[in-house]
């Protein structure tokens, strides 16, 4: 196994899963938020395999959004990186990840999953949502300002049943996306600030967004 994440005495475990393509400040200040509001251990950053949902989308290969990841991650003690998704063959779907985290982990651990809040209006259709939120928390996080009733009511079928296990959190506005880090990069616009160095000299390193058909792995 490749695997060098290690989770055995972690009481709590947040989980942020994203494509990671590239990982910036937005994914990072969230995960920080989260880790200081509920005092987790650990946030576990896993790059996705490949979506379910996502299954025509073009990924940057595997290996560069890992490595980028972990360079991103590397100044905060807190923070991991798992090959859990990318390692495993086939569609990715969150329950199974999940799963396969917990059998590395103490059996009461306890798991957040961490979530935009635009996806979180997605979850009846994810894979098994009920056993899903037996088996973790789910902190969606908003911007300030964002309105939570209306997300209540988008959920309603779960709401009822799972309201204890669904928290809500503001992070700062941060108007970064990869999308538009991709987009920037492959203008020659300006990409500094909006991730961390070591993020920027590996995607110029390596020549990614530059050629789509050289650094893109197409899943069909
Ligand atoms: P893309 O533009 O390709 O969709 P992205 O920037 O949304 O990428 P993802 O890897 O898709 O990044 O996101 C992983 C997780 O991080 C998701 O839960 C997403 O909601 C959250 N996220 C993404 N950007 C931000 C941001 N700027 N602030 C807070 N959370 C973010
Ligand atoms: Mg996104």
């Given at each position: ?147 939570k009733n209306r997300l209540f009511e988008e959920i309603g079928?779960?709401r009822?049943?799972?309201a204890?296990?669904?928290?809500y ?52």
């Open positions: 196994r490749n695997e060098i994440a290690n989770f055995k005495n972690c009481k709590s475990i947040a989980i942020m899963g994203g494509t990671f393509d590239p990982i910036h400040y937005g994914h990072l200040v969230t995960a920080e938020a989260v880790r200081h509001r509920f005092q987790v251990d650990r946030v576990v950053f896993i790059p996705t395999g490949r979506p379910a949902h996502k299954a025509d989308k073009q990924v940057t290969h595997n290996e560069h959004r890992y490595l980028m990841t972990v360079l991103a991650t590397m100044r905060n003690e807190n923070f991991e990186v798992s090959r859990i998704e990318i390692d495993r063959p086939g569609a990715t779907y969150t329950i199974d990840t999940i799963e396969q985290l917990k059998e590395m982990c103490r059996p009461d651990v306890r798991l957040y999953f961490i979530t935009g809040a635009d996806a979180i209006h997605q979850i009846m259709n994810w894979k098994e949502p009920e056993r899903l939120l037996t088996l973790c928390d789910f902190v969606a996080v908003t911007r300030p300002g964002y309105q079928e779960i009822d049943k799972f204890s296990r669904i928290h959190m503001e992070v700062p506005a941060l108007a970064i996306s990869s999308s538009d880090i991709r987009e920037r990069a492959r203008k020659g616009m300006p990409i500094k600030y909006l991730l961390p160095q070591e993020v920027e000299d590996y995607i110029y390193k390596f020549g990614l967004y530059q050629d789509r058909e050289k650094d893109e792995v197409k899943f069909m």
